[in-house]
């Protein structure tokens, strides 16, 4: 899965435990009719990722969804769901994929209004 959007925020890398485990998040905004600011969170060696990346760009983050359980003390089951990243890619400001611009196509040639139209509709 991917998130597309514009880096909110990047905080520091964390770490935790005599083990040493580092988690590090950041928030992208999507760019959609209801913009969502979406917490992705890069684990381990993945928190390097983010160290070329600021405020503002345009990222295109791969993502995997994790889901688990917790059972609290009263014995109930509760369950979390996080977001970690472990891709991210820089987008160009304002790019349209592939598509060259309009005015390197040359114009077509005289049209007739006259000439048969071979379009099924």
């Known amino acids: 899965m991917e998130v597309i959007g514009k880096i909110k925020l990047i905080n520091e890398t964390q770490t935790f435990g ?5 988690k590090r998040d ?7 009719q209801y913009p969502q600011m979406i917490l992705i969170e890069f684990i381990q ?12 760009q345009d990222v295109k983050v791969s993502i995997n ?14 369950y979390f769901n996080s977001v970690q990243g472990w891709r991210i890619e820089s987008l160009a400001q ?8 309009a005015q390197s196509f040359e114009p ?4 007739s209004e006259n000439e048969p139209d071979d379009l099924p509709f």
Do not use: H
């Not at 060696?45 to 503002?56: F, H, I, P, R, S």
């Open 18 to 22: 005599s083990n040493g485990f580092r």
């Open 26 to 32: 950041m928030v992208v905004t999507t760019d959609e």
């Open 45 to 56: 060696d993945k928190c390097d990722l983010l160290n070329t990346y600021q405020v503002g």
């Open 65 to 78: 969804l994790r889901g688990r359980e917790w059972i609290n003390p009263q014995g109930e089951a509760k």
């Open 94 to 101: 304002g790019a349209q994929g592939n598509v060259p611009p």
């Open 108 to 111: 077509a040639p005289d049209l």
